[in-house]
Nanobody
Framework: QVQFVESGGGLVQPGGSLRLSCAAS????????MGWYRQAPGKQRELVATITSGGSTYYSDSVKGRFTISRDNAKNTVYLRMISLKPEDTAVYYC???????WGKGTLVTVSS
C-alpha cells in the first residue's frame, strides 16, 4: 500500500506563498485521483484540491484561484502551490488518494503576521 509524506509547511505572512510536496512510497502512475486535505484547529478535516491521472483538477471554493495542485508521476510526488495566503488557511495539510485510508503526519502551515 502506497504511503505519503507531506512537507513544505511553515510560517508565512498573510499574502505570502508556499509550495507543499507529497512524496509517495511507490508509484502514483496508476492512482486515479490524488488529493490535498487540511484540518484547522478545532475543525474537521476538509478537502482542498484533487487531481486525476489525466490532469483534471478540483478546488474547494475557499482556495479556488489561489491554490494549484499538480502531480509529477516520474517523481511520485504531488504538489500544492499556495499563493495569497490568508490566516484562515492555517491548518495541517495532508495528502491521500483515498480519505478512508490511514493519514500521514501532515505538514503545518501557519499564516500569521
Amino acid at each position: 500500500q502506497v504511503q505519503f509524506v507531506e512537507s513544505g509547511g511553515g510560517l508565512v505572512q498573510p499574502g505570502g506563498s508556499l509550495r507543499l510536496s507529497c512524496a509517495a512510497s511507490g508509484s502514483i502512475f496508476n492512482i486515479p485521483t490524488m488529493g490535498w486535505y487540511r484540518q484547522a484547529p478545532g475543525k474537521q478535516r476538509e478537502l482542498v484540491a484533487t487531481i486525476t491521472s489525466g490532469g483534471s483538477t478540483y478546488y474547494s471554493d475557499s482556495v479556488k484561484g489561489r491554490f494549484t495542485i499538480s502531480r509529477d508521476n516520474a517523481k511520485n510526488t504531488v504538489y500544492l502551490r499556495m499563493i495569497s495566503l490568508k490566516p484562515e488557511d492555517t491548518a495541517v495539510y495532508y495528502c491521500n488518494d483515498n480519505p478512508i485510508k490511514p493519514w500521514g503526519k501532515g505538514t503545518l502551515v501557519t499564516v500569521s503576521s
